[in-house]
Structures are given as structure tokens and as C-alpha cells.
């Protein structure tokens, strides 16, 4: 693996930093997240208009038809600057319609994504707060043409103003064929439709996110995305893909945060000397970065391996499992070294330090992956895919 970086990705590296450092200073990410939709309207039109949002889309579709790599390095960068937007959901949709969605699918939604900028969003866990398939309760009733959908979905990311959601549900159509087993189901569903109820929740990161309730929403059987009870394979890919894609964003908003801690500690003085002068605070830095450079590593090997398609489940486990906690651990210690101060809202340090729990929901927990990754080595299949009997 090679991990220098072509031109082209050296330029899309160099030109997002550029714009987001222009458009999103932190001033104006502390205004968004005051925001009831959690983002500025503007830059997301904006960030369409530069092709981000079609980034690794076909150029039949819209898109620039980058790699798997670059959209990392687009996420490192938006890690690195804060940036409240609807991107990553709508990736992570927008990556499993490229895999798993008709040809159909594809030409109606995907330039909708790439030209306009319509967002999207995923309804998959439940109050469990977890993302495994066995806690899915939701279900999905065959009526007419289609199906009913019947529950709520929790921490929804960005719904009030998404265009379409990716919902999971429990189906039983495997048993009405005869084999006698349930399947989960995903589904595309306009927010729009009857019985969709979209309500916003509370976070410390103020995110966005929301609760949304189904009652008896009907949907047809062509907005099946792919095949019917067979959308476990779906979520384990989203949830694999969306780890490596945190873990970017996580590895750019670590980066940022021992940016911030070292330029604090040199200007910050105690005893008439700088605070980076002292060996305990030096050594405290120096394992900051060492991990930080372990994570990268682990993130762009994964990046790389989508890029080549040929990913590996370890590898993308490893990244975010890595990214969970160097990200929580660079955002503390870096609070503790701006002393007090750290913990006001006027430092950007707060900012990063507030989304780390968000950041280790997205993608996966720690525990999701440790399995994953010891199921590899056992080869056997984790808990987390099974389907609720």
C-alpha cells in the first residue's frame, strides 16, 4: 500500500481545507449548531456546487468519479473544520444505492444527490441505541402493491430536512414464501408520506438529530432497496463503510484538536514559562501524536482497500474501533491541558470535545467492532448482523 497521495487528491485535500477554513470558521459552527436543522442551508448548496455531494458518483450520475480514498480525505477535512452538514448521512445512503440499487433507483436519485443536493438520512436504530440488526422491532406488513411500515426509529441524523430516509424493517416475507424465517428489509421512504412523524432530540453536539415515528406509512414494492428480507447485508456494509468514513472525520478533528492544544500550551505561561516547556506536558503531546499517526494509518489502509475494492472487515473495524479512542482521548487531554478555561464555551477546544460521543455512535461502537473484528478471527458471523427471531 502506498500511502502517498496522487495530485488530484493532494488538490481536493488542499481546496476543501481552503474552503472550509473560509466558509466555516468556528464562529460560524457555534451559529449552525444553534440552528434548528443543525446547518447552514448556504454552505450545503455550496459544498454541491464544488461536487462534494457527487464525489464518488459515476459521471452518468452526476458525479467526479473519485475513489473511496478522496472521500476520506473530504471527510478528514470536514473532521479538521467542524462542519455541520447533512454530508455524511447522505453518503452513507448514497453509497449502498450505488451497490445495492436498481438501475431505476440509481437515475432517480442519485443526480438528485449530486446536482441538487438533496439529502438523505438512515432509520435504523431503536431504543436499544444500538445499531445491531436483532434489536429492530419495526415492522413492515405486506398490503395491496406494498407494505406498511409501523414504528420509530431514534437518532436520526439531520431528518427535518432530509429528502428521503433509508429505513430498516422487519419483514416477514422470507415466511409467507415458505423457509420460516424473518428477514430485515430496507426500504426507501419519502419523509413527506402520511404517517411520518418527525420530532427533534436533544443532544449535547447538537446535531440534528431526531426521532421518527411511523404509523402504517405505505411504501411500494420498487422503493425495495435491493432485495426483500435480505437487508442485513445492507446495514453491514453502510455500518462498514460509515466506520472507515468516521474514522476520517474523527482522525481530521483529532488532528485539529493537538493543532489547538500545542499552540495553547506554547503561549500559555505558569512560573514565567511556557507550558510546552515542561517535560510532563511534552510527553503528554508526544503520545497524543504518536497515536494520532497510528490512527491515520489505520483509516487510510481501509480507505484503500474500498478504493481497490478489495476491503477488509478487520482493517475498517480497527480504524474506527482506533478512532473511538484516540478521538475521546486527544479531546480530554487536551481539555486538561487548557486548564479551566477549556470548558467555556469562548475555546474551540469545547466545540470538538462536546461530539465525542456522537462520534463513537456514527459507525459503530467500540464494543460493535471488537466483535466484528474477533468474529473475523474466528470466522464466524458477528451478533450485531443476526436477525431477530
Given at each position: ?37 443543525g446547518y447552514d442551508k448556504k454552505l450545503w448548496k455550496k459544498m454541491v456546487k464544488l461536487g462534494y455531494s457527487g464525489l464518488v458518483f459515476p459521471e452518468e450520475y452526476g458525479g467526479s468519479d473519485g475513489d473511496f480514498v478522496e472521500l476520506a480525505l473530504l471527510m478528514e477535512e470536514m473532521g479538521r473544520a467542524l462542519v455541520p452538514s447533512p454530508f455524511f448521512p447522505t453518503i452513507q445512503c448514497a453509497l449502498a444505492l450505488l451497490q445495492f440499487g436498481s438501475k431505476e433507483q440509481k437515475a432517480k436519485f442519485l443526480p438528485g444527490i449530486a446536482e441538487k443536493g438533496t439529502t ?270
Amino acid at each position: 500500500m502506498d500511502l502517498a497521495l496522487t495530485k488530484d487528491q493532494e488538490m481536493i485535500q488542499k481546496s476543501s481545507r481552503e474552503f472550509f477554513k473560509k466558509e466555516c470558521p468556528t464562529d460560524a459552527v457555534r451559529d449552525m449548531r444553534a440552528k434548528d436543522q443543525g446547518y447552514d442551508k448556504k454552505l450545503w448548496k455550496k459544498m454541491v456546487k464544488l461536487g462534494y455531494s457527487g464525489l464518488v458518483f459515476p459521471e452518468e450520475y452526476g458525479g467526479s468519479d473519485g475513489d473511496f480514498v478522496e472521500l476520506a480525505l473530504l471527510m478528514e477535512e470536514m473532521g479538521r473544520a467542524l462542519v455541520p452538514s447533512p454530508f455524511f448521512p447522505t453518503i452513507q445512503c448514497a453509497l449502498a444505492l450505488l451497490q445495492f440499487g436498481s438501475k431505476e433507483q440509481k437515475a432517480k436519485f442519485l443526480p438528485g444527490i449530486a446536482e441538487k443536493g438533496t439529502t438523505w438520512s438512515i432509520a435504523h436504530s431503536e431504543r436499544s441505541g444500538r445499531l445491531n440488526t436483532s434489536d429492530i422491532e419495526m415492522m413492515a406488513v405486506a398490503e395491496g402493491d406494498g407494505f406498511n411500515l409501523s414504528g420509530t426509529k431514534l437518532f436520526v441524523p439531520y431528518a427535518a430536512t432530509a429528502g428521503r430516509f433509508l429505513v430498516t424493517c422487519l419483514t416477514k416475507a422470507n415466511e409467507e414464501a415458505g423457509n420460516g424465517e424473518n428477514g430485515i428489509t430496507v426500504f426507501i421512504v419519502n419523509p413527506k408520506a402520511d404517517g411520518v412523524r418527525i420530532e427533534g432530540v436533544p443532544t449535547v453536539a447538537q446535531d440534528g438529530r431526531c426521532e421518527v415515528t411511523f404509523e402504517n406509512v405505505h411504501v411500494s414494492e420498487i422503493d425495495i432497496l435491493g432485495s426483500l428480507g435480505k437487508g442485513a447485508d445492507i446495514i453491514d456494509t453502510i455500518i462498514q463503510q460509515s466506520a472507515v468514513l468516521k474514522a476520517a472525520e474523527m482522525y481530521g478533528g483529532a488532528r485539529a484538536v493537538l493543532e489547538l492544544t500545542v499552540n495553547y500550551t506554547k503561549e500559555r505561561k505558569q512560573f514565567d514559562r511556557p507550558l510546552a516547556s515542561f517535560q510532563a506536558v511534552q510527553h503528554r503531546l508526544v503520545n497524543l501524536m504518536t497515536e494520532i499517526d497510528g490512527l491515520k494509518y489505520l483509516v487510510f489502509k481501509a480507505a484503500w482497500g474500498f478504493a481497490k475494492n478489495n476491503p477488509d472487515r478487520s482493517i475498517n473495524s480497527a480504524a474506527k474501533l482506533k478512532a473511538n479512542a484516540v478521538h475521546s482521548a486527544v479531546c480530554r487531554q487536551g481539555m486538561y491541558l487548557h486548564g479551566a478555561i477549556g470548558w467555556t464555551e469562548e475555546m474551540d477546544i469545547g466545540l470538538y470535545h462536546r461530539q465525542t460521543r456522537a462520534m463513537d455512535f456514527d459507525g459503530g461502537s467500540s464494543d460493535l467492532h471488537r466483535e466484528v473484528i474477533a468474529c473475523e478471527m474466528e470466522k464466524r458471523t458477528p451478533l450485531y448482523k443476526q436477525v431477530p427471531a
